[in-house]
């Protein structure tokens, strides 16, 4: 979704800004800009399409002269994906320009407003009324302006203010959106995402909601939503610019596919410690612990398919029921939820809007919420109870791979935990558990070297116009997220099935030739998902199965077969995902699919 940067100090900000934006481009957007203070005011340049198009436009930057500016990469809501939609906005007078994430969910009547106050319109956006707001309110000083200005404004929003008047400032301002300052040396910064500002700071301030800075070169003020100063802590960012790079792979889903072992030792390394597994974060007693009745996971995409799978060791492990349910459609339900349900909360990014909503929903009513999170810093992160971080470091393909393996791991370690201090974890059982949860990292080279031949295999289920994903109660679980990755990045019909339920419906659309993709790695129910790869092939399906290495049942049955080690069944789903992110991935390429910015994705979802 949108990024902002923004840039002051003695050095040429566009070039800055232009680099800062290219770093932004993962989080998917489909216009881009920058303005930036010069000698004759504030020049602004954007354009539709991609930031490389901007850097031919203003030759990488060395057109827009000046030292302060911000730049922008916008994801359409409301109004096409045009150069005149494109942020920044300029007020009438040209004084102010500003760039905007979030919605403003009063725009219209402050359209309205403004109209009739004689401002004229260029855009369709809801952020221009902000720049004609800052023109109307201006009142010599900007701080109080922006102040004025900001008050109007109901939605989420972040936001970067460049003035005139005041030639090297830049205004901050966060409400429901997230916006991080890079504190420099003789210039300063910021951002909607780290991954803007560690190439040239580590030194990070986070903006909480309601709050605003002041940048200059010579410093960063905070305050709050009072125009009250404030005293904020500055963070250091642990991750340098390579964990944001390539380095060397032709996509970063694949890079981050292979990052796999080191993310999820670096989940758990911290929260085993002599043969236990103790989560700081989430030290409750057993008393505590029993008065949760219930555990409600709520998550989108991805993260819900984690805690699908995450589901079966839970209630395996704890005892206690729980309901994974999207957070689009828990926010709305008028959910059965209170102070004895557990919420846990699941989000790579920690600042989807769907999720933050929910989780406020079943706060309100009661429930506590465990984050498992990525992101440091982020809303889901530091608004919930406690919160558990997937450490998986920056993830910059929209498809998510290492932040879903990532929160598995740690979901795991969360069911040992807790079935471990409710007295409910078998005693012979939880060494065996252990011993899988170590070898982890190792289980995942594993799986990925087993399968380094799926760039030839994808080249016969390439051409498919739909793929089905089918299997029984964890495999199902991993199912849902195979399908999940193929539909993202090679844009073919994909879907998931619980192998049972394919007689019910969706075995009517198996003719000759169609994939099936079986996941064949819960032991107990491996002879039934057996008899449903019987049956679509009897229908003409071509099967690729996946299934423990050595397994000859599964090779006996299916045309194509993809291995994993042999896991623990309530831990198959963090191996078995790691053939089909290979399997989506091949195909993708095979396809010439845009892998790591697939169309119409984005990897952070902050609206509705
Ligand atoms: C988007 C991304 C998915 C992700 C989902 C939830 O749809 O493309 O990869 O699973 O949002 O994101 P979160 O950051 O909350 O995990």
Redesign the pocket.
Known sequence: MCGIVGFTGTRSAAPLLLEGLKRLEYRGYDSAGIAVMGNEGIRVEKVSGKVQKLCEKTGDGAAVPGSTGIGHTRWATHGAPTDTNAHPHLSNDGRYAVVHNGIIENYAALREELTAKGYTFLSETDTEVIVHLLEMYDSGDLKSTVLRAVARLEGSYALGVLCADQPDTLIAVREASPLILGVGVGENYFASDVTALVSYTKNAIYLDDGEFAVLTPAGITVYDCTGRQIEKPVTRVTWDVEAAEKGGYAHFMLKEIMEQPAAVRAAIAPRLRDGEVVLDEFDLDAETLRQFNKIVIT??????YAGCAAKYALEALTRIPVEPVLASELRYSDPLIDAHTLLIV???????AD?IAAMRECRARGAKALAIVNVVGSTIAKSADWTLYTWAGPEIA???TK??TTQLAVLFLLAMSVGRKLGRLDDALYPALLYDILRLPKLIQNAIDLNHGLGALAKKYHRASSLFFIGRNTDWASALEGALKMK?ISYIHAESYAAGELKHGTIALIEEGTPVIAVCCNAALEDKTISNIVEVKARGARVLAVAFRGDRKIVAQANDCVFIPPIHTLFTPILAVIPMQLLAYYVAKENGCDIDKPKN?????TVE
Request: aromatic share 8%; net charge negative; hydrophobic share 30%.
């Open positions: 998550a989108c995409g991805s993260a819900y699941i989000s790579q990014s920690g600042e989807t999720t929209v498809a998510t932040g879903y993202e994705l984005a990897k952070s979802v």
